[in-house]
């Protein structure tokens, strides 16, 4: 399936979820949260953004004009955003993992890049890229040269952990598992949603405490193989492959 075809089969679900036909044929969605990486790359020129994904911009700026709020959660390849999205479609920009509770069902929502433990190569990129002086200076790479640069170490840190990303051994091996361990001792929540993983797991939490209740995280994968997202309704949230 090529880019175009990705974009489409995406928009689909979003316009679905909006007007309440086919996965939600229970009713149309209340809020729409995209959880990050949603573009390859993503940098805001003061008066230019990265070429494409046009249809997509349009279908989230109706959806947010019909009074559906869209709740946009930054990630690793989008983080460089500086107000275009919330001044041209409406969304509400998070920058680290929010709480929200649905009939009852508290759940924290983030992209989840940089939690939990390991990752440290990670974790020192990410300082770098979130700089101030650093966003500032790219600012003055000619659009042509910064998009085309960052897309390429964009596609090669894909290609470098793509097997890594289809590979799930233990709940124990997954970092964002320990980190919901570590949040749900500090908070009582029902359900973890987060991204990044690129691979769509529903794992039970237990509580570390003997005779807390467990908890769920769900990690949301990606429209690149797996076309998988989560809907939560009546208090239950589920992971919908399309």
Not at 83 to 93: D, I, S
Not at 140 to 169: Q, T, Y
């Amino acid at each position: 399936m090529n880019s175009r075809e990705r974009e489409l089969r995406f928009i689909r679900w979003l316009e679905d979820s909006a007007a309440g036909q086919g996965h939600a044929s229970n009713g149309a969605a209340t809020e729409i949260h995209l959880v990050g990486d949603i573009f390859d790359f993503w940098y805001e020129y003061r008066r230019a953004v990265p070429k494409g994904g046009v249809r997509l911009l349009g279908a989230i700026a109706r959806i947010s004009d019909a009074g559906i709020p869209v709740h946009y959660h930054t990630g690793n390849h989008d983080m460089w955003t500086f107000g275009y999205l919330e001044e041209e479609l409406g969304v509400e920009l998070h920058r680290t993992p929010i709480i929200r509770e649905y009939d009852g069902l508290r759940c924290m929502i983030g992209h989840g890049d940089g939690l939990g433990p390991g990752d440290y190569g990670y974790k020192r990129i990410k300082k770098v890229f979130t700089a101030p002086l650093l966003q500032w200076a790219y600012r003055w790479v000619h659009p042509d040269v910064g998009v085309a640069l960052a897309s390429r170490l964009s596609r090669n840190s894909r290609a470098n952990g793509g097997k890594e990303d289809i590979v799930f051994e233990t709940p124990e091996n997954e970092w964002l598992w320990h980190h919901c361990r570590s949040v749900l001792a500090q908070q009582p929540l029902d359900c973890f949603i987060f991204g990044h993983r690129h691979l769509p797991l529903d794992l039970e939490v237990p509580h570390p405490e003997p005779g807390q209740p467990s908890a769920r995280y769900i990690n949301l994968g990606d429209w690149i193989h797996h076309f998988t997202a989560a809907k939560i309704e009546e208090g239950q949230a589920e992971l919908l492959h399309l």
